[in-house]
C-alpha cells in the first residue's frame, strides 16, 4: 500500500447524538469513495464501524472505529464515533486527534442537547466543521429550518451548499450549489450523477447560491469589495473564500441529503477534501507543541513534517482476541518504520515496537511506514496506554494527554462464583485499559469491589465484554456509603489490660484523653507521659493499641476520623508489661473514651454539578433540594444553566436516571468528593441500625 504525504490526508472525526445516522454517513462515504465494494446495515449489522458484538446486538456505536478510504488523491480517516453521553470520552479521543468535524444532525430529531455540548468541545478546540443535515426524505422535515434551528441554538454561521428538491419521502436529488449542478443518486451506483438544473429551479437556486456568495464574502473585506464590486464571486474565488473561512472556524458548510439513501453524500465528500485541512494546513492554524519531560519544561514545537523526529499520541487501545493489542496511534512528526523502537515519553520507558497497520474497521492491513499526519494502528505495545505520547528518544517530546470525564455511576460487583475472583480482576483491568472512562477499585473499607462508569449503558456494555471476553459473571448492587465516625467532646478513660497465667502475666495500664479536631484533620497522637508513668518504649505500642481500634467506631463500626488521642498517665509492671499488653490496653482505653465522648454518624458529601437546558432548571434544583442538597451557584451560558451543589452521596445512587426522566434525556452531571458531615439524627438512627441488623445478620450466618 502507498504511503499517502501528509497533504494529501484528511483526519475527521464524525460526531452527533445517538440516532442521527453516523455510522449510515461513514458508510456510505466509504462506499462513495470507492472504499466499499458495497455499503453495511445496522438492522443487518453488516456496518464495518460497528463490528463489535455488542454494537451489533444494540445497533449503535459503542466505540471510536477508523474507516480508511481515498477519494480523489485524498486519503481520507473517517472517526465514527459513539452518540451515547455514555461514551463521551470515546468522542474525545477522537476529536483529540482529528482535524476537521462533520457534525451530523438528523433533521426528523431537530437539535438535541448532545450536540450542544458537542459543539462546545469542537469549539474550544477550534475545529473546522462540517454539517450534514440527515433524514431529510423522512416525511416533515425541512433543511431550512433546520439549518435556522442549528445558527440559532449554537450560534454559528451556517452556509448551506446544497437545496434539496422536493422534500420529504419523495426527496432523490438536491442541487449542488458550488457546482451548479442537481446530484441525482442511484441505488445501484456509488457516485451520483450530475445534471443540468431543471429551468423551475434556476431562480430558486440563483438566489441560494447568491446567499453563499456574501456569507463568504463578508468574511474578508477584500472578498466583499469584489463581490459588490463584480456582482458575485467566480467559482474559484468562492470556494478559496469558503475554504479560508471553515478552517479559520467562521463558516460551517451545510449539506443536507440521506446518509441512508446517499444522497448528499457525493457533496459532501467533496467538501471534505476541499474544505477541510490537511494536517499541515491544520498545524499552521494550531501549531503543534508538547513539552519536555522535566515538569515546567519550556513547549517544543513539532511541524508535521517527514523531516521532522518522530511523534505520535496513541488515543486508542483495543485488545483483539485474534490480532492481539492494538495501539491506535496519530502520528505528529516524522516518520515510523514497523518494528522499529521508540521511546514512551508519557511512562518514560522504550517500547520495541510492533507491526503497523492501516485501519478500516475491523480489517487491518499491514503497511510497511507510516508518515506524519496518518492514524495507524501499532501491534502488540507492552507499556503504553491511551493518551500516551510516543517519540523518538533523542528528541523527546510529550503532548497533553487526553482529559476523561470522572465516571458519575458506580456499583458494587461480585463474582457469581468464587473461580471468577481472578477473571474478574484481570478481565476488567483489561477492559480499563481499552477505556479509561471506566473505574475499578476494591473499597478496603467496605470490603467490595465498585465499577464505575459515565452511565449505566457504560457499565451494561463493560459487563457484556467482561462475559464474552474473559468468561466472567458478575451480579450487581448499590455501592456501600463509605460513613465514618467522629466526636463532638472531650472525655477520659482508662484502658487496663491485665492477666496473671502460669509464668510471665500480661500488664499494661495507660489513661487516654481523646477530643475532636475540625472536620479533615484526620488524626492526631499526642504523648503526655511525664516522669515515667509508662516507659518510653511501650509509648508507640498504645498509639497502634489505639489506631487499630478506631477502624470500628462505637456506633455502627465504621472508622472514626478528626480527633486527638493523648496519653497522659498509666502505670506499669517490671516484669509483665509488654508491648502488646499496652497495645491491648490502648485499644480498650480509646473505645471508652469514644463512647463517652459523644460519638456522631459522619457521611460523604459530593460536589455536584448539572447541566441542563434553563427550562428544567426548576425541577432540578427543586429536586436536589429533596436529596438534602445545598445549592452553591447556578450560572447561565446560552440555553443552558449549570447547577452547582453539595449533595450527600447516598442521595446520589440512582440520580442519572432520575435526570434523564427530569430534562428527557437532555442533562448531564459530574461529580466529586467535597467533604464529610455530621449525618441528620433520626437518619443518623436509622443508618446506624440498619449496619448493627446486617452485622448481626452476617454473624448469625
Known sequence: MNVPLTESIRNVAVVSNAGSGKTSLVEALAYCAGGLSAPGSILAGTTVSDFEPEEIHRRTSLSTSVIRCAHQGTVLNLLDTPGSPSFIG????????????????SAAMGVRSELQRLWTVIHDQGLPC????????KDGTDFEKTMEDLSKELEMTAVPLTLPLGGGAPLRDIVDLLQTCVMTTRPDRPQAQQGPLPLEWRD?????????????????????????????????????????????????????GSALRHIGVQTLLQCLVDL??????????????????????????????????????????????????????????GTLDADTGFYNATRQVRERGGHLFSICGKKYTPVAHAMAGDIVAIGKLKDSLTGDTLCDERAPIRYPGIQFAKPVVSFAIEPKSKADIEKVSLGLHKLIEEDPGLEFVRHLETKEMVLSGMGQLHL??????????????????????????????????????????????????????????????????????VGGAIPRNFVPAVEKGVLEALQEGPLAGYPTVDLRVTVYDGSYHVVDSSELAFKIAGSMGVKKAMEAAHPVLLEPLMTVEVEVPTDCVGAVLGDLNARRGRIVMVVATGHRETVTALVPQAEMLRYAASLNSMTGGQGSYVMEFAQYEEVPHELAGRIIEEHKAERHGVGAH
Open 90 to 105: 470515546e468522542t474525545r479521543s477522537a476529536l483529540r486527534v482529528a482535524d476537521g468535524v462533520v457534525l451530523v444532525v
Open 130 to 137: 462540517v454539517v450534514f443535515v440527515n433524514d431529510l426524505d
Open 204 to 256: 430558486q437556486a440563483d438566489q441560494a447560491r447568491r446567499r453563499v456568495s456574501e456569507l463568504v464574502a463578508e468574511e474578508d473585506e477584500a472578498l466583499l469589495e469584489r463581490y459588490l464590486t463584480d456582482g458575485g464571486l467566480t467559482d474559484g474565488v468562492l470556494r478559496e473564500g469558503l475554504r479560508v473561512g471553515v478552517r479559520r472556524g467562521s463558516l460551517v458548510p451545510m449539506v443536507g
Open 276 to 333: 477541510l485541512p490537511s494536517p499541515i494546513a491544520r498545524a499552521q492554524a494550531v501549531p503543534l507543541q508538547g513539552c519536555g519531560l522535566l515538569e515546567g519544561s519550556a513547549p517544543i514545537s513539532r511541524q508535521p513534517l517527514a523531516t521532522e523526529p518522530f511523534s505520535a499520541l496513541v488515543f486508542k487501545t483495543l485488545i483483539d482476541p485474534f490480532v492481539g493489542r492494538l495501539s491506535y496511534v496519530r502520528l505528529y512528526s
Open 460 to 529: 451494561d456494555v463493560a459487563l457484556e465484554k467482561l462475559h464474552r471476553k474473559y468468561g466472567a459473571d458478575v451480579t450487581l448492587h448499590a455501592p456501600k456509603i463509605p460513613y465514618r465516625e467522629t466526636i463532638r467532646s472531650v472525655a477520659q478513660a482508662q484502658g487496663k489490660y491485665k492477666k496473671q497465667t502460669g509464668g510471665h502475666g500480661q500488664y499494661g495500664d495507660c489513661w487516654l484523653e481523646v477530643g475532636p479536631l475540625p472536620r479533615g484533620q484526620g488524626f492526631e497522637f499526642e504523648n503526655k507521659i
